[in-house]
């Protein structure tokens, strides 16, 4: 977690603090006041990527309340934004996710919360004071990928109906093609049981674009198809690159992966000489 701290002057500078976890697992934070001599904006910039990190927030945000009566406004940039992917309640007794997060974020009053392109509108609904950076405006910061698209070297896949928004703006920007993906899905297991391509891949250099990548089973049962119909090179571009499972999975059938360091920091990734990695740094 980095937090600056902005005064009257608009400079920014860094702020120190000690935070360490109990062997209970409890979090404990605490800042020097000295620190925050001439404060007058807080900015917080997390990776809520875990429980821990959520929990040192929470405590962050009361300790600095706390110093300063609730005088000085905080702003949150959390790029990934945990709990997103359950929006909806598809199953008879799960909880509603992104609602429970959104809730806790929520209660700690953030004059303005960041985050890097949601998985749905149902987030930046649920969020008060939220601005959303989009995925479209989060690939043109790679050079590469604006040149490839612009000039018609790549055709875009949306992996899924719940892509397709998203790929059409991306498609619009740069007057790319459009190749849409379908799957189906066991909704008890997850398990995608069949992927369709509509339209024409053969000899096709093809970018599939997303938000969100895991495991990569989608993607990989999705570049299964497209290899077997034809398609030359496959890349993909998802803003949130989690890749659990290591970059080994996607070794001969995605050739190129581009990613934000809105999950890990750029230095963090583990690589593969058979898949090229780029990391677009917000």
């Not at 004071?129 to 018609?152: A, D, H, Y």
């Not at 001969?252 to 990391?279: M, W």
Request: glycine share 6%.
């Amino acid at each position: 977690m980095k937090i600056f701290s902005h005064n009257s002057a608009g400079k920014k500078t860094i702020v120190n603090y000690e935070s360490f976890s109990f062997s209970g697992g409890e979090e404990h934070i605490r800042f020097a006041l000295e620190d925050l001599a001439n404060c007058k904006k807080i900015e917080i910039i997390e990776r809520l990527t875990n429980s821990s990190k959520i929990v040192r927030l929470m405590m962050a945000v009361d300790a600095l309340n706390r110093l300063f009566n609730d005088s000085v406004p905080i702003e949150l940039i959390a790029p990934y934004f945990p709990y997103a992917r359950q929006d909806r309640v598809c199953v008879t007794g799960e909880a509603l996710s992104a609602a429970v997060m959104a809730n806790i974020i929520n209660s700690l009053n953030f004059a303005k919360v960041t985050i890097w392109d949601a998985h749905s509108d149902v987030t930046p609904a649920l969020l008060n004071r939220v601005t959303n950076i989009p995925q479209l405006e989060l690939l043109k910061k790679n050079q590469e990928l604006t040149t490839k698209l612009r000039s018609g070297e790549l055709t875009l896949i949306a992996p899924d109906a719940g892509a397709s928004k998203k790929t059409l703006k991306i498609a619009e920007q740069f007057g790319s093609e459009v190749i849409q993906a379908q799957k189906l899905r066991d909704l008890r297991t997850g398990a995608i049981v069949k992927t369709e391509i509509i339209g024409n891949v053969t000899g096709k250099n093809l970018i599939i674009a997303d938000d969100i990548c895991d495991g990569g089973r989608t993607f990989i049962e999705l570049a299964k198809v497209l290899k077997a119909q034809g398609a030359n090179e496959i890349s993909l571009f998802v803003t949130h690159g989690i890749f659990s499972q290591g970059l080994e999975v996607f070794e001969g059938l995605i050739d190129h992966i581009y990613t934000t360091d809105s999950f890990r920091a750029a230095n963090e990734f583990q690589t593969t000489q058979k898949v090229t990695l780029n990391i677009i740094e917000g």
